[in-house]
């Protein structure tokens, strides 16, 4: 949150995608340094649900949580995927809480949360990333994530695999192996990016919001 403040005084609005218990402690952080007022503060908004269709009509935006005057918008990864077309010209920065999420390409919150970043990268804007999970622990799952951060820049998930998964083709088909070239890797993420443990950042984190559904 410190990190994206910091970005954002000069890259509003912002739109945050994180997950619904999350939404709380982003803006508690927001506020404690002074980015929010606390209570009703008109810079911010939150996206609960799926904008639906009325008599074949979008409804109006602004009447299912969008707010016309917010500097940071909270979404949910779960209902991105709706957004992301409506949202299009509307923020300079986007930040993705808890990355990991995204690491299947495949799935509707990842493919909602690309479309997010092309269109803000599009404009010139910027995208972000964080995660306390780290997520080279499965680099298969890291592709998705940097391809978002810069397109193109690791090739497809095909090629990505093959260089540093050890991915070949056998008898049955493409299978990984060991992983490949990691020092070349390691090299390249110095770039794009920062492993920080708490301790390192010497800061007291937030406790999360629990939910008991």
Same mark, same amino acid.
């Given at each position: 949150?410190?990190?994206?403040?910091?970005?954002?005084?000069?890259?509003?609005?912002?739109? #945050?995608?994180?997950?619904?218990?999350?939404?709380?402690?982003? +803006?508690?952080?927001?506020?404690?340094?002074?980015?929010?007022?606390?209570?009703?503060?008109? !810079?911010?908004?939150?996206?609960?649900? +799926?904008?639906?269709?009325?008599? *074949?009509?979008?409804?109006?935006?602004?009447?299912? *949580?969008?707010?016309?005057?917010?500097?940071?918008?909270? #979404? $949910?990864?779960?209902?991105?995927? /709706?957004?992301?077309?409506?949202?299009?010209?509307?923020?300079?920065?986007?930040?993705?809480?808890?990355? $990991?999420?995204?690491?299947?390409?495949?799935?509707? !919150?990842?493919?909602? /949360?690309?479309?997010?970043?092309?269109?803000?990268? !599009? /404009?010139?804007?910027?995208?972000?990333?964080?995660?306390?999970?780290?997520?080279?622990?499965?680099?298969?799952?890291?592709?998705?994530?940097?391809?978002?951060?810069?397109?193109?820049?690791?090739?497809?998930?095909?090629?990505?695999? @093959? !260089?540093?998964?050890?991915?070949?083709? *056998?008898?049955?088909?493409?299978?990984?192996?060991?992983?490949? $070239?990691?020092?070349?890797?390691?090299?390249?993420?110095? $770039?794009?990016?920062?492993? @920080?443990?708490?301790?390192?950042? *010497?800061?007291?984190?937030?406790?999360?919001?629990?939910?008991?559904?």
């Amino acid at each position: 949150v410190l990190v994206g403040a910091a970005v954002a005084t000069n890259a509003l609005p912002a739109l #945050i995608v994180t997950r619904r218990s999350l939404a709380t402690n982003w +803006r508690e952080e927001l506020v404690k340094w002074g980015f929010l007022n606390a209570g009703n503060d008109p !810079r911010w908004s939150e996206l609960r649900t +799926r904008p639906k269709l009325v008599n *074949g009509k979008l409804p109006d935006l602004y009447k299912v *949580g969008l707010r016309e005057t917010a500097l940071w918008t909270f #979404i $949910h990864p779960e209902i991105i995927e /709706a957004w992301s077309g409506l949202l299009q010209g509307r923020y300079k920065t986007l930040f993705l809480d808890e990355a $990991h999420l995204f690491g299947n390409p495949k799935t509707l !919150r990842t493919k909602g /949360a690309a479309l997010a970043a092309a269109m803000i990268q !599009r /404009a010139g804007g910027s995208v972000w990333a964080a995660s306390g999970t780290a997520l080279t622990g499965k680099l298969k799952q890291l592709w998705s994530v940097l391809q978002m951060l810069e397109p193109g820049a690791w090739g497809t998930q095909h090629d990505f695999s @093959r !260089r540093y998964l050890g991915l070949e083709l *056998g008898n049955w088909g493409w299978r990984e192996g060991d992983r490949t $070239h990691v020092t070349e890797l390691n090299a390249r993420l110095e $770039h794009t990016m920062f492993l @920080r443990s708490k301790e390192q950042l *010497g800061m007291q984190l937030p406790p999360l919001t629990q939910v008991l559904v």
